[in-house]
């Protein structure tokens, strides 16, 4: 009977977990309208810098707080054959600060992500890039080409 009482003690702690009181309509709601761009200077150079531009925009009705649970803004991955060969964050540390970007409607903010040297072979690759925050665009994504230096 406690070991009972206990399951449904954690169970029904499970379930006000993260939410809101708006359902999950209202988390929802809020992640509508965001978009994710990326941009960089061309063309991209194995063992060269490149600084990856993430531009968010509000597009939906109403104000957007973005949530980031550290100093990670967002992150970059470069994709060959369904293998990731780069990840910007991969030797990267983050501060483990909690903040909050609020965006308007209409607004759009860029976050740069800065790396030293491109530890990518040359070829072709698929470039995904997220947002690090809650709520969160969908990822950006494009075929990209890193050269020779």
Known sequence: MLRQLAVLVLLTTLAGCGNDGGGSESQAGKQKG?????????????????????????GGPDEVTLAFRSGKDGDVSLVRGGAEVYRWSGDKYFSQGMREERLAVGEKK????????????????????????????????????????
């Open 110 to 149: 860029t976050f740069t992500l800065e790396e030293k040297a491109l530890s990518a072979e040359p070829g072709d690759y698929e470039l995904l890039a997220g947002l690090d925050s809650e709520p969160a665009p969908p990822p950006a994504r494009r075929s990209v080409r890193v050269e020779k230096a």
């Open 34 to 58: 965001l978009s994710l761009s990326v941009d960089f200077d061309e063309p991209l150079r194995s063992g060269q810098p490149v600084t990856w531009k993430l531009e968010v925009e509000n």
